[in-house]
């Protein structure tokens, strides 16, 4: 199973209370891509929200928590930067010599471990041990995180409608593609309407 799809799957399944954007785990190779993407997804959004704590005269606290954040995240770096080969002989010639009750008592064959099962776990037990919040509060928490995912469909949406209307302002090609979208989702529309009124 992807780890990715896992680990936000679990984030999905166990949300933290009062979450401030849908947490989204996403593993990328190139550092460059990673300090962008750093910039657009966490510092800009943190700069933005605290402009808007100071507009309405409360104290700015996102840009102190983002910088915290990064700098917990640059003392894992170089554990999740780099990439090493170990060899497992040594367990491998271990297991081999080991009785089925040896097995069962001193269980470390991490092949049989359901990975999906042990990031939930996970989760819950940071949720519950590490952030002192209760498990009693995950409906409400389920709740937050569709609304913070509606909030961000709902922009997205704007921003891409916003911008191709630019694109449309000053293409006479992209006035043509976005006719011809439109004039297909009609014609689709009215089959549709005549294929479910002949029923």
Known sequence: ????FCINMSFKNVPLERAFRRPHVTLRSSPALTRCWTAVGHTLPALLYDAYLRLTGRPPRMMKTITRLHKAMMVLEYFT???????????SMLQNHMSPEDKKVFNFDVRQLHWAEY????????????????????????KH???????RYTFNT???????RVFIARSQMARNIWYFVVNLCFKFLSYFRASSSMR
């Open 1 to 4: 199973m992807n780890h990715e």
């Open 81 to 91: 930067s780099h990439s090493w080969a170990w060899s497992t002989e040594n367990m």
């Open 119 to 142: 990031m939930e776990d996970y989760c819950l037990g940071t949720k519950k041990y590490v952030l002192n919040e209760e498990l009693s509060g995950l409906p409400a928490a389920r």
């Open 145 to 151: 995180l569709n609304k913070l995912r509606n909030i």
């Open 158 to 164: 704007v921003l891409v409608v916003l911008i191709w």
